[in-house]
């Protein structure tokens, strides 16, 4: 799945960029009370739709985003008979570190292979 995972989070790199550029203009417009619609309104809701759906590719497959800048992710999993998280970081070439649930990245753990 990491090939999977790599390209939804480059998808969802892009974008939160495309939503904060569209973002900023169309705050100004609404704070001056202006109707906003056109292109700009269509590029906002495209980024927002896709930044939407590719939330949900995460979420139905019960994956954790946890920085989308580092590409940092978490996989709920059981190891030696605890529940515990799967750790991967974009760039990684493979899942083989996983920490407690409440540790965080600082926790993380070599998985024994």
Known sequence: ?????????????RSRADLEK????????????CSVGGNLARRYLGAFLELQAVLREFSTREIFVK?????????????????VFLCWEKGELDVVY???L??????RTPLDL
Not at 69 to 77: K, T, V, Y
């Open 102 to 107: 409440d540790a965080g990245y600082s926790g």
């Open 1 to 13: 799945m990491i090939p999977s995972v790599t390209g939804w989070l480059d998808s969802l790199l």
């Open 67 to 83: 920085d989308i800048e580092r590409g940092l992710i978490d996989f709920p999993a059981f190891v030696a008979g605890r529940e």
């Open 22 to 33: 569209a973002g900023v203009p169309m705050e100004g417009l609404l704070r001056d009370g």
């Open 98 to 100: 996983w920490h407690d």
